[in-house]
């Protein structure tokens, strides 16, 4: 069976580790793993980057991944290099 509707995809703030708002996405779209998008999180008040996850598994890797503090190293790291090198024209 396939479903027709949206599904919803949960985002973690990269900041604090805890869970932003969740998105509505269109299924058959599917991003690619450990997708990052700059979202408002309610406990930071503030903008930050979210893991987009995509289920459970997802969600317990993040978790994994911000208690080793990988997310903060890797990905502030990434998605800090990323804008200065790529210009939008
Ligand atoms: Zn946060």
């Not at 990269?14 to 793993?33: D, S, V």
């Not at 309610?42 to 980057?49: G, I, L, T, V």
Request: include cysteine; proline fraction near 3%.
């Amino acid at each position: 069976m396939k479903k027709t509707a949206r599904i919803t995809h949960r985002f973690f703030c990269t900041n604090c580790g805890r869970e932003g708002l969740p998105l509505a996405r269109k299924t058959g779209h599917q991003h690619q793993k450990g997708h990052l998008k700059n979202l408002y999180c309610p406990w930071c008040k503030a903008e930050y980057n979210h893991w987009e996850c995509h289920d459970d598994e997802e969600v317990a890797n993040f978790k994994e991944f911000y208690r080793m503090d990988v997310i903060h190293h890797e990905l502030s790291d990434y998605v800090l290099r990323r804008p200065r090198q790529r210009k939008v024209n």
